[in-house]
């Protein structure tokens, strides 16, 4: 008996949202707070908000997954598309984990 495995696509969508206030009636706006969301088809699975200062500071995988999209910042192990230390490897592989492990099939 041959065993076929189906692998499920699955969308995850990374929402970064920042909210301002207008400054003395003009254009210039002054951030208040920055919100991060990530979905996994449709489910959101993570959030946060933090200030300004906190996201201009922030390390996180999310954060340095950004400014790398965004061409503000190379990856330090240029071949290596992985997380780049230990404890990021092992963040990543436990959200791999969390949002495609669960729904691979086995069809006989």
């Given amino acids: 008996m041959e ?3 189906i692998q499920i696509i699955r969308c995850i969508e990374i929402s970064i949202c920042h909210e301002t206030e207008s400054r003395d009636g003009g254009k210039a706006k002054e951030l208040l707070s920055v919100s991060r969301s990530i979905t996994s088809d449709g489910k959101e699975v993570y ?3 933090m ?3 906190m996201y201009i500071a922030s390390k996180d995988p999310i954060r340095n997954l ?6 503000l910042e190379e990856s330090k192990d240029g071949g ?3 997380g780049n230390s230990r404890k990021r490897g092992s963040f990543f592989a ?3 984990r969390k949002l495609f492990c669960k729904k691979i099939q086995f069809i006989s």
């Fill in 47 to 49: 959030k946060d908000k």
């Fill in 80 to 82: 290596n598309i992985g």
């Fill in 66 to 71: 950004e400014r790398f999209l965004l061409g």
């Fill in 3 to 5: 065993k076929k495995r």
């Fill in 94 to 96: 436990q959200i791999w």
């Fill in 51 to 53: 200030s300004p200062e």
